[in-house]
Every structure is written in structure tokens, then in C-alpha cells.
């Protein structure tokens, strides 16, 4: 991404959270997993973040839709309050690690329970390269889940 971009992620970012009236000490940019993550430095994190991380989600939502009406083609990129979308990002990734190992211990295939698109796009990130190992999404709606396939020396 582009210095000009960042820049205009990071101001839209303030303009809103000056509207929210929510107080914050800045807006830190991180790479984490492939994701670009816009990370909001604030003491007000319950009030961002919201009960499961819903108001956060709504969001990172209206801020990349603000970028899009600027004319931004935007890169994918993630915004973050206080670290709590990048510690559920480790989380995953651990799992992922995790479950590959196994598939290539035991030499079968491991199903991951049913997630989301953006947190299959992270463990196909992060296991994408691994050796004997590929991953592919299954099923359909809220029950698409991940499989881990153990593929054997290449």
C-alpha cells in the first residue's frame, strides 16, 4: 500500500472516531497473517469493540465503504481496536499450525469447525507453502468449514 492511501485510511479513521466523541492516542499500521490491519490506540475499547466484536465489525464496515465513496480502490485491509481482531488473527493461526500438524502426523485429513470467509482466508494464508499440506474450503453458507488434506511428499 501507498503512503497517500494509509494516510487517507488512518484520517478517515480519526474523522470518524471524532464524530463517535471516542477519545484515542492514534492509529498504528500492521501486517499480520496478510492482513493489512489499521489498529486504533484507545482507553474507550468496549465501547469500539462492542459485545462479540459487533460494533466493531459495523465499524471497519462504514470505514472502508467512506475510503470506497473517496474513490480509493482499496487493497484489503482490516481495522482494529486495541489489538483485538490481531490476537483472534494469532489465535487462528496457532490452531491452523496446530491441526496441520496433526493431519501430517497421523497422514489424514482434519476438519476445522465451520468459520467465516475472512477467518478461512487466514488459515489458508497461513498454511499456504506449508509442505504436505493444502487446504480447501467445504460446504455452504454458515456450515463452510476448512479441511486441513494431508497430500503426501510432493
Do not use: C
Not at 500492521?30 to 490491519?37: D, L, R
Not at 466484536?53 to 487493497?75: C, N, R, S, W
Not at 481495522?79 to 501430517?104: F, G, P
Amino acid at each position: 500500500m501507498n503512503d497517500s492511501f494509509d494516510t487517507n485510511v488512518e484520517t478517515t479513521i480519526a474523522e470518524l472516531l471524532k464524530m463517535l466523541e471516542v477519545q484515542h492516542d492514534g492509529v498504528e499500521k500492521k501486517e499480520v497473517a496478510g492482513q493489512i490491519v489499521f489498529t486504533i490506540k484507545t482507553k474507550e475499547t468496549r465501547k469500539l469493540i462492542g459485545l462479540n466484536g459487533e460494533t466493531l465489525t459495523a465499524f471497519d464496515y462504514i470505514v472502508k465503504k467512506m475510503i470506497e465513496k473517496q474513490g480509493e480502490t482499496h487493497p484489503h485491509f482490516v481495522v482494529d481496536v486495541d489489538n483485538y481482531r490481531i490476537d483472534h488473527i494469532v489465535e487462528i493461526q496457532q490452531k491452523a499450525t496446530i491441526m496441520a500438524e496433526r493431519a501430517k502426523s497421523f497422514q489424514y485429513d482434519v476438519e476445522m469447525p465451520p468459520m467465516s470467509a475472512y477467518e478461512r482466508l487466514i488459515v489458508h494464508a497461513t498454511l499456504q507453502g506449508v509442505p504436505q499440506i493444502k487446504t480447501e474450503s467445504q460446504g455452504v453458507g454458515k456450515d463452510r468449514k476448512l479441511v486441513i488434506k494431508y497430500i503426501g511428499e510432493i
